[in-house]
């Protein structure tokens, strides 16, 4: 029995305007034409198709390295990336605090007493 070639004329016809008309990965191309992805790649290098330029999203930035000191208050008041970011620096008045005494007293906030109930 002789072997049947599965690439017709047609199919290959299609494959070609898939691979160089469409953005379609060769695993698309491959489900639409009924045969798997390395089928669809084989294929594509025997009849010496171009190749593809795979647009790929860039890489986002690498997040910024902050450096804390280890001295110095540690409030910041602009956002960890800013060009400006900095620690306010001045000195930690209270051991064991990470904020100099004005930045400490934005932090505690002193709450009101409790009202004590009226004995009637
Ligand atoms: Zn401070």
């Known amino acids: 029995m002789a072997e049947v070639n599965w690439w017709t ?3 290959v016809e299609r494959l ?3 691979w160089e008309g469409t953005d379609a990965a060769a ?3 491959g489900w639409i034409l009924g045969c798997t992805k390395n089928a669809v790649i084989g294929k594509v290098q025997r009849l010496g198709l ?3 330029i795979i647009h790929t999203k860039p ?3 690498p997040a910024p390295v902050i450096v804390f000191p ?3 208050c540690l409030w910041a008041d602009r956002e960890p990336g800013d ?3 900095a620690f306010c620096g001045k000195p ?3 051991i064991g605090s990470p904020w100099c005494s004005d930045h400490r007293a934005r932090v505690y906030v002193r709450s009101a007493p409790p009202k004590l109930k009226s004995a009637d």
């Open 9 to 11: 004329p047609e199919r």
């Open 16 to 18: 070609t305007e898939l």
């Open 27 to 29: 695993s698309q191309i």
């Open 50 to 52: 171009r190749a593809r």
């Open 59 to 61: 890489l986002p930035p």
């Open 70 to 72: 280890t001295k110095g």
């Open 83 to 85: 060009l400006d970011f």
């Open 92 to 94: 930690v008045t209270k």
